[in-house]
């Protein structure tokens, strides 16, 4: 573990190997350990019950949005808290058993995500979709099944892994396909934090909450007022199903500034005057470039 001065040696991540949250995690901590985890619960798990130092997890796609079940974990680990954000070009490519022509290919499996970025490429060439519980794990199967006919759509990064040829890279239909990453550490270790490339702790300080308005008329507009007040920047704000009760709706914000620091400190304070609770996730360095995939 990573305390008293022992090197790190474990990021939990979700998928298989070669999936784009590996690269994700080879980023945000050069040389060490990556251990893939089913779920996303099951990576909240291993961090909580301190079975790894850090963990690395999705939470939005510029083309699908949210990762809706990584920010109900969020909410439900008060210690694992955001220490880093990273942004990743997601690039896929059509995989394949060694030897196979792209011609002899009449089906690729993935995740539905990704076979909705590269519908044009496979409707192209008259590629069949099949739909794969992840990238990696596509990858992974088709490797094992060695059928020339089908083939996987995944990174370069599982073609290594798996030991499989890349028949067309960057499928993708847009190449603006993004996704943010969070590298969590248990109550916000700043030794692990500090782990990670200078490179990508250098932009202006960011922090994440999520909180509950009280149930009063204008409480949302209310909670959002001391922002605009004191001039603080607004980067994101979603409202989620707070899973408490039908129609009970929690609020998850991202804005430039520390809590700890005014006026930060004093709009968080005044939004806590029409809320019912208000829960920090973390404050940590804002990504500031776009990292290419490996």
Request: proline content about 6%.
């Amino acid at each position: 573990m990573a305390h008293g001065g022992v090197p790190l040696t474990n990021v939990a991540y979700q998928g298989l190997a070669g999936a784009f949250s590996e690269a994700a995690a080879a980023a945000l901590f050069p040389g060490a350990s990556l251990l893939p985890r089913r779920t996303f619960a099951e990576v909240f798990a291993a961090l909580e019950a301190d079975e790894v130092d850090a963990a690395v997890v999705p939470v939005e796609n510029t083309h699908a949005g949210s990762v809706a079940d990584v920010y109900d974990l969020l909410r439900q680990h008060d210690s694992a808290k955001i220490v880093a954000e990273l942004i990743l070009r997601v690039s896929h490519s059509l995989l394949a058993v060694p030897g196979t022509r792209l011609e002899d290919v009449k089906a690729a499996r993935s995740h539905p995500q990704a076979l909705a970025q590269v519908e044009e490429f496979l409707r192209e060439h008259r590629i069949q979709p099949e739909v794969a519980f992840d990238t990696a794990g596509a990858a992974a199967e088709i490797a094992e099944g060695g059928d020339p006919a089908i083939a996987a759509v995944a990174s370069r990064r599982a073609a290594g892994r798996y030991g499989l040829d890349v028949l067309a890279e960057a499928i993708e239909t847009s190449r603006d396909n993004f996704t943010r990453f969070f590298a969590l550490a248990k109550n916000g270790d700043r030794e692990i934090a500090e782990r990670i490339p200078a490179a990508l702790r250098s932009g202006p300080t960011k922090t994440s909450l999520v909180y509950k308005t009280a149930n009063l008329p204008g409480a949302l507009v209310r909670s959002l007022q001391p922002f605009a007040t004191a001039w603080l920047q607004l980067s994101k704000i979603e409202s989620r199903p707070s899973r408490a009760a039908p129609w009970d709706y929690v609020f998850y914000l991202d804005f430039e500034g520390d809590p700890a620091v005014w006026p930060s400190k004093e709009a968080l304070s005044l939004m806590r005057t029409c809320c019912e609770w208000q829960q920090i996730l973390g404050t940590y360095p804002a990504a500031t470039k776009v990292i290419e995939p490996d």
